[in-house]
């Protein structure tokens, strides 16, 4: 009888642990997920940047990025910023992507925001694929989405310093990117090089 409760036991557990674990897409793609803005390059690196806001007038927040090579079937390895830079994974997975940074909570703000699954894999929903081909931030001050690469400055949409937009294309020292609100809006345009800067991580 012990013999055959123990057995029954151990299936349980191992159902709960079926449940539990998240399983593992093989390819990671562009769009957002939750917190998580992620961006896929052409030349096989993955983007990211991360978004969590706690408290009515947005009293603390976590952000940092992330950057790393995309590794077919396997979690990339990538390397996560703000003030220091800290290593983890990014796994896509059947819901969305699996996030795993070891000290992910010391980035900056991060300890009082982020769920502490974060060092053992937090899981992202997919909000909505996107076509990022990269993440940029942005530089100027004041930057106008311009309907083509090189028109003349108009007064249109416009973004600010420190937005973080995903990238549709470059072309001829300019970039077509695209920015989502607080309310879920979309907004397109160009704008020049001299407006942002690439993500990059710091040098060890």
């Not at 191992?14 to 957002?32: D, I, K, T, W």
């Not at 927040?61 to 396997?74: N, S």
């Amino acid at each position: 009888m012990a013999t055959t409760i123990r057995a029954a036991g151990f299936a349980f557990a191992a159902l709960v642990q079926a449940f539990a674990a998240p399983s593992f897409a093989a390819n990671l793609e562009a769009g957002r997920y939750d917190a998580l803005m992620l961006a896929v390059t052409p030349g096989h690196q993955v983007e990211g940047y991360y978004l969590e806001e706690l408290g009515e007038g947005v009293s603390r927040r976590c952000t940092f990025y992330l950057q790393g090579p995309v590794t077919d079937g396997k979690p990339a390895p990538i390397t996560t910023w703000r003030k220091q830079a800290f290593a983890g994974t990014l796994a896509a997975s059947d819901y969305g992507v699996v996030l795993t940074v070891a000290q992910g909570r010391d980035h900056p703000g991060c300890l009082s925001v982020m769920a502490p699954q974060i060092t053992s894999g937090l899981e992202l929903g997919r909000i909505e694929s996107k076509p990022w081909i990269g993440l940029v931030n942005v530089s100027a001050d004041k930057a106008y989405l311009q309907k083509s690469a090189g028109a003349k400055a108009t007064k249109r949409p416009y973004i600010v310093k420190n937005d973080v937009v995903g990238v549709l294309a470059y072309k001829d020292g300019w970039a077509r990117v695209e920015y989502v609100n607080a309310d879920d809006r979309s907004f397109t345009g160009w704008i020049r090089q001299d407006q942002y800067s690439r993500l990059t991580p710091p040098k060890h």
